[in-house]
Each structure stands twice: as C-alpha cells, then as structure tokens.
C-alpha cells in the first residue's frame, strides 16, 4: 500500500508540468503573450544543446575535483558527493577552507577556473 501511494505522489507530481504546457498553449492567442511561446519554439534547438554542453564541462570540473580534493575532504569522496558539492560551489556555497587542504595552489587554479568559465561563462549565455 506504501508503495502503490508512492507511485501514485509521484504521478500526481507530473500533473502541474502537464497545466503548465497548456497554459502555454492558451498564451499563443493572446498577440503579447504569443512573443514568449514563438521565441521558446524557435529557441528550442539551442534549449536542447546549452544542457549538453554545460553538463560536458560541469562533468569535467566534477571529475577534476574528485581527483584533486576526494582524498582531502569527504564532499568530494564520491562522483555522487563531488556532484552535489560542486552544484552547490556553482550556487556560491563553499568552505575554502577545506578546498586548500589539498593544496592551496591546486585549489585555487580550480576553484577560479570553475567560478570564470561555469558561473561567469555559461549561466550567464
């Protein structure tokens, strides 16, 4: 019964998504709203390609970081923590603290690398 009640949440969950797309629908008979729906369709292609990208580089800083600082500091001990962390340092939640205990130069090539190109760089395309 647990089970089924969570299968059913997470059905449930998906509803608002579905009103949201047709909410969306409506906004195309109205000429102002209209400009929002015609740019995210022919934006759509780019839309689908900025993820891929950004993922292919936050992947890498992941990576690189799980190298460099999983040995010195449990954030990074694992690919699943090292992700969350990173999510978290591209937010501007980190501790520099524990970053320089693998090395201070190390850290600071990375963390400036990551802050220019992830934060400076693709979140503001």
């Not at 969950?13 to 797309?21: D, K």
């Not at 929002?36 to 369709?41: D, E, Q, S």
């Not at 890498?60 to 190298?67: D, P, S």
Request: charged content about 15%; overall charge positive.
């Amino acid at each position: 019964l647990v089970a089924h009640d969570m299968r059913y949440r997470q059905s449930l969950a998906i509803f608002p998504f579905i009103i949201g797309a047709r909410i969306l629908k409506a906004f195309s008979m109205q000429p102002r709203l209209s400009v929002v729906t015609r740019t995210l369709y022919q934006a759509s292609s780019y839309l689908f390609h900025f993820p891929v990208v950004f993922g292919c580089i936050f992947f890498t800083f992941v990576t690189g970081a799980m190298i460099l600082f999983g040995q010195e500091v449990k954030e990074f001990a694992t690919f699943a923590r090292s992700v969350h962390t990173t999510f978290l340092l591209m937010l501007g939640d980190f501790d520099w603290d524990s970053l320089t205990r693998a090395g201070r130069p190390q850290a600071g090539v990375w963390f400036w690398a990551f802050t220019w190109l992830v934060n400076l760089r693709m979140l503001n395309m």
